[in-house]
C-alpha cells in the first residue's frame, strides 16, 4: 500500500486544517455532502510524491531546447491550478502555503508546501527533495549537492552509482481521473501514443470483454483509426467510442489508462457519474483486484451497496468508508467505517450518506 496515513492537510483548496490524522487502507469511499472537501483531499493525494513531477496523461512538450525541460503547465501541480484559476485557488483563501503531511510505507514522511506562486518543498523524513525533471527522479540534495536516489518501495537510501536499474520514476505513480468530460476525452491522445503498447499487452480487447458484460451488445476489442478509437461488435461493424454513453466511454477510457500504465495510486473523483449500477459493480470490482490503492469520492447509494457485496464475495477485501464533514471554520472531520458497519448500517435500512450529521463527525 502506497499512503498508510494523511497526517495533516492545512491550508490546502477549501481545508484550513485536518481535524485529525486520517489512516487509508488499500481501498478507500469518500461521502460528504458537497463541498465537504472529497475534491480537495484527492488533489492534495495528487500532489504525492512531488507537485512539480510530469502529469502522466499530458504531453511532454519541450520549451528549452538546451534544458531539454517541459512546460510548466504539464506539471501535476500547474495541471491542477488551470482546470480553476491559477496557483493562488490551490491555497486556502488564495494566500500563503499550503502544507500536505503524509505517512507512506515503511514509515517514510513525506511533507509537501506549495505557494500561491507555485514554489514547491519537499521533505522525506525531514531531509530536502529534489526532482529532476529529464529523468523523472527524485533525490535527496544534501549540502555538497551529492545526489541520492529515493525509492518509492524497499530501498530508501541506495547511492544514485549502485541503483541505476533500480530507479523508480515518479510521473506514474499515481493517476487522478477528476469529474471533467474534457479531460476524460483528453486520455485519448496518450492512448493514441501508445496503441502499440495497448495491443501487445491485450488490453483493448480485454477492456472491450469486460464492459461488454455490462451491455447489451458485445464489443470484441477498442481499436484505433484514423479518426479516434472504435470499439469493434463482434458483426464485425464498429462505433466510434464518443458515439457512445457517457459511462462507457468514461470507464473503457480509464480502464485502458490504468491497466497501461499500472499505478501505485488511483484517485477517481464523482466515481459513479455517468454510470449504470451495474457498470458501477464491474468497476469496483475490477478496481478492487487491481495491484493498487484506491480513494474514489462518490454521492452513490449504489456504490455503498455493492462495496458491501465485495466484502462477502471477495477475500481479504481491505476497504473502508470515510464520511467527511467541514465545519464553518473550514476544519475537515472524518469518521471511518469498516465493511462490518457498513453492512449492519445497510442491513438496518439507514443510509450511510446521512450518518454525517447524526453522528457529529
Excluded at 506539471?75 to 505517512?103: D, E, P, Q
Excluded at 493498487?292 to 477475500?315: C, F, G, K, P, R
Aim: with cysteine; hydrophobic share 40%.
Amino acid at each position: 500500500m502506497l499512503i498508510e496515513e494523511i497526517i495533516e492537510i492545512k491550508e490546502f483548496r477549501g481545508i484550513k486544517e485536518l481535524a485529525e490524522p486520517l489512516l487509508l487502507r488499500k481501498f478507500n469511499v469518500l461521502i460528504g455532502k458537497n463541498n465537504s472537501g472529497k475534491s480537495a483531499l484527492l488533489e492534495a493525494l495528487f500532489l504525492f510524491p512531488h507537485p512539480e513531477r510530469m502529469h502522466p496523461l499530458r504531453k511532454q512538450e519541450i520549451t528549452n531546447k538546451k534544458s531539454k525541460k517541459p512546460n510548466r503547465e504539464h506539471y501535476v501541480l500547474f495541471n491542477l491550478a488551470i482546470r480553476r484559476h491559477g496557483l493562488s485557488s490551490l491555497i486556502y483563501k488564495y494566500s500563503g502555503t499550503a502544507t500536505i503531511i503524509l505517512r507512506c510505507s515503511e514509515g517514510k514522511k513525506w511533507e509537501i508546501s506549495i505557494n500561491e506562486s507555485g514554489s514547491s518543498k519537499v521533505k522525506l523524513n525531514g531531509r530536502y527533495l529534489t526532482l529532476d525533471s529529464k529523468t523523472d527522479l527524485l533525490y535527496y540534495q544534501s549540502e555538497t549537492k551529492k545526489k541520492i536516489n529515493i525509492m518509492l518501495s524497499q530501498h530508501p537510501d541506495i547511492p544514485l552509482s549502485s541503483s541505476k536499474r533500480l530507479m523508480t520514476k515518479i510521473s506514474t505513480i499515481s493517476l487522478y481521473f477528476p469529474y471533467d468530460t474534457d479531460f476524460i476525452r483528453s486520455i485519448d491522445e496518450y492512448l493514441t501514443k501508445n496503441e502499440n503498447s495497448l495491443m501487445k499487452y491485450g488490453i483493448h480487447s480485454r477492456i472491450a470483454q469486460l464492459v461488454s458484460q455490462e451491455l447489451d451488445e458485445k464489443f470484441t476489442e477498442i481499436v484505433l483509426k484514423k479518426d479516434g478509437w472504435y470499439l469493434r461488435r463482434e458483426d464485425a461493424t464498429y462505433i466510434h467510442i464518443d458515439d457512445v454513453g457517457d459511462g462507457l466511454k468514461k470507464a473503457a477510457r480509464i480502464m485502458m489508462v490504468a491497466e497501461l500504465l499500472k499505478p501505485k495510486l488511483i484517485l477517481w473523483d464523482d466515481f459513479d457519474t455517468s454510470l449504470h449500477p451495474s457498470m458501477i459493480k464491474m468497476l469496483l470490482k475490477w478496481l478492487a483486484q487491481g495491484d493498487w490503492q484506491v480513494v474514489i469520492a462518490t454521492h452513490s447509494i449504489d456504490v455503498l451497496y455493492y462495496l458491501a457485496d465485495l466484502n462477502e464475495e471477495l477475500d481479504d477485501f481491505d476497504a473502508q468508508l470515510i464520511l467527511l464533514r467541514k465545519d464553518q471554520e473550514d476544519i475537515l472531520h472524518h469518521k471511518e467505517l469498516n465493511m462490518d458497519e457498513l453492512e449492519d448500517l445497510l442491513e438496518g435500512n439507514v443510509d450511510p450518506r446521512m450518518l454525517v450529521d447524526v453522528l457529529k463527525i
